[in-house]
């Protein structure tokens, strides 16, 4: 089955340290990645995203996600956390071969920036 | 501004009521989307439709009817509520190909 999984459902890194949020997928064909942030109360916005090409891909408000093909993940990074990231992260998933514009969202992750 | 719209915003009503929430993209795109988020933040596709024919139709029970007069609008009928469709309610819009979502705000259902 064709799934996205996001391991921690929390992640708490101090202001100003480095920050990762995992994400691990398992689709048939190549896949088109995504992740997304949701604030309180708001709507998911879309971060960045890997369709084909270098496998770090930069998106909005300093995140990076790199693309590994070979451990199947896409973890999203970012140099130096901010207390105004603190938000609910998704990654999700298209696979190559849907013929639908079919995403599977993970789980989410809740991360926790501390002052 | 261009966005996803949805209304309306929250939505409290009692068990076997029918109601509707509607959706307006004013962003171009082909493709609209109903998807649904329960207590513990999980996310659920219901509906896709693309230039107003429905292609994804989700296992959802049959009380759930989408609707889309036109390219930019995608509205979702519930019929006779029940307690476990309380959830939130995003609607959401890409153009054709490999491109992310816009999401509108979230309908918050509530149903006593």
């Known amino acids: 089955a064709q799934s996205v999984a996001q391991p921690e459902d929390q992640v708490n890194v101090a202001e100003g340290n480095p920050l990762t949020v995992k994400c691990t997928y398992s689709v048939s064909g190549n896949p088109y990645l995504f992740w997304y942030v949701q604030y309180p109360n708001r709507g998911l916005q879309f971060l960045l995203k890997y369709i084909t090409g270098d496998n770090l891909v930069k998106g909005s408000y300093g995140f990076e996600a790199e693309f590994n093909k070979s451990q199947t993940s896409f973890h999203l990074k970012k140099p130096s956390a901010l207390v105004s990231d603190s938000a609910l992260y998704f990654c999700a998933v298209r696979p190559s071969t849907s013929g639908t514009y079919k995403y599977i969202f993970g789980t989410g992750t809740r991360l926790k920036v501390l002052a | 501004d261009t966005a996803v719209s949805q209304t309306p915003k929250y939505l409290v009503t009692q068990m076997g009521n029918d109601k509707s929430i509607k959706c307006e993209q004013n962003?171009?795109?082909?493709?609209m989307y109903w998807y649904k988020q329960d207590s513990k933040k999980f996310l659920k596709i219901m509906f896709s439709y693309n230039n107003k024919e429905l292609i994804i139709n989700e296992t959802v029970p049959n009380r759930f009817s989408p609707k889309s007069p036109d390219k930019a609008h995608l509205n979702l009928h519930i019929n006779s509520l029940e307690l476990g469709d309380s959830a939130v309610y995003f609607c959401?819009?890409?153009?054709?190909?490999?491109?992310?979502?816009?999401f509108g705000s979230g309908t918050r259902l509530t149903v006593v």
């Open positions: 959401a819009s890409s153009p054709t190909g490999y491109y992310g979502y816009t």
């Open positions: 962003l171009g795109h082909d493709t």
